[in-house]
């Protein structure tokens, strides 16, 4: 089970740092609004989170959370 979390949890970074790598690649669409200014910056860092938390959902939509990971193993079995 562990290394099943460990994999699931690998593939949900991946998905967050190519999400949010994928919006540094407006910096070459519109230099002039996303730049190294302060104002720049930000709405820099706003259209990464973005782009990363839609890498996210994504992923969760493909790879839900292991069966299994939220139920203690002293839990009794649904259905028995």
């Known amino acids: 089970m562990r290394k099943q979390i460990e994999i699931w949890l690998s593939g949900l970074a991946s998905a ?18 996303f730049n190294f200014t302060e104002t720049g910056i930000w709405s820099l860092g706003k259209v990464c989170a973005v782009c990363g938390l839609v890498g996210v959902a994504n992923f969760l939509k493909q790879s839900p959370l292991p069966q ?13």
Do not use: N, Q, R
């Not at 967050?16 to 609004?33: D, H, K, Q, R, W």
């Not at 939220?70 to 649904?78: E, G, M, N, Q, V």
């Open 16 to 33: 967050a740092m190519s999400g949010f790598a994928g919006g540094v690649g407006v910096l070459i669409a519109e230099p002039a609004t």
């Open 68 to 80: 299994g990971v939220l139920t203690s193993p002293d839990a009794p079995k649904a259905g028995g």
